[in-house]
C-alpha cells in the first residue's frame, strides 16, 4: 500500500520559515519523483517544486523560487520543503505527490508540476502564515 504523510505545516509570522516532510511508503524515491503541490481557499491548486528520481534534479515554480528548497533523504524515504521568507499568499494546505513517470529531462521544467502526471497524494499539512 503507497502511503505519503505530511507533516510539518502550522503558523509562523510573515517573514518566518517552515519546514514540511513527506514520508512515503510502499514506493521507492529511486524510482518515484516527488512533488509538492498546495490549494488555498477558493483557488486552484498549483504546483511548487519537484525532485527527480533518478537524479535529484529540482525545479521550482516561479512563485517560490529563492524561498523554497526541496530535498530528499533515500535513506529515511523522506522528502522535505524548507520554507523562507514566508508570506500570508503562501497560506494554503501543502501536499506532496508522487509519480514514476517524470523523467529527468522532465523533472527539469514546469511539467514536473503539473498534477496530472502524479498518481499518489498525501493527505495535506496546512500552512497558515500571518501577517
Known amino acids: 500500500q503507497v502511503q505519503l504523510v505530511e507533516s510539518g505545516g502550522g503558523l509562523v509570522q510573515s517573514g518566518g520559515s517552515l519546514r514540511l516532510s513527506c514520508v512515503v511508503s510502499?514506493?521507492?524515491?529511486?524510482?518515484?519523483?516527488i512533488a509538492w503541490f498546495r490549494q488555498a481557499p477558493g483557488k486552484e491548486r498549483e504546483g511548487l517544486s519537484c525532485i527527480s528520481s533518478s537524479d535529484d534534479t529540482t525545479y521550482y515554480a516561479g512563485s517560490v523560487q529563492g524561498r523554497f528548497t526541496i530535498a530528499r533523504d533515500t535513506a529515511k524515504n523522506t522528502v522535505y520543503l524548507q520554507m523562507n521568507s514566508l508570506n500570508p499568499e503562501d497560506t494554503a494546505v501543502y501536499y506532496c505527490a508522487a509519480s514514476n513517470r517524470i523523467s529527468s529531462a522532465q523533472a527539469m521544467g514546469v511539467i514536473s508540476i503539473i498534477s496530472g502526471w502524479y498518481d499518489y497524494w498525501g493527505q495535506g499539512t496546512q500552512v497558515t502564515v500571518s501577517s
Open positions: 510502499g514506493i521507492s524515491l529511486d524510482t518515484y519523483s
